[in-house]
């Protein structure tokens, strides 16, 4: 069983940035590819950004490309997001989630969730 705890979630004005942060236990989290993804009041959940276990590879969602980055620290059990320029439109619910092997951009195929942590973008 691998527990996800977010945190770094908070209000920041538009053009700010926050980043994320994503505490795994347990002595898996290597072997794991992670992702980040987030749920709007009334809206779907949907992928922000994955990586894979071993950090070389990572995705991203077309509306947070070239703004956000996921990255990861093994020997740390964490990946994090950092998000800058931050949108009103990027306030959401942000959720860390792990997966042993699947499709990356499919919240489906994830077999861990954290709780989320509430990011809040002011115009």
Known sequence: QVQLVESGGG???????????CAASGRTFSRLSMGWFRQAPGKER?????ITWSGISTSYADSVKGRFTISRD???????????????EDTAVYYCAAQWSG????????DYWGQGTQVTVSS
């Open 74 to 88: 093994n020997a740390k059990n964490t990946v994090y997001l950092q998000m800058n320029s931050l949108k009103p």
């Open 11 to 21: 209000l920041v004005q538009a053009g700010g940035a926050l980043r994320l942060s």
């Open 46 to 50: 949907e992928f922000v950004a994955a």
């Open 103 to 110: 499709t990356y951009y499919a919240k489906r195929e994830y």
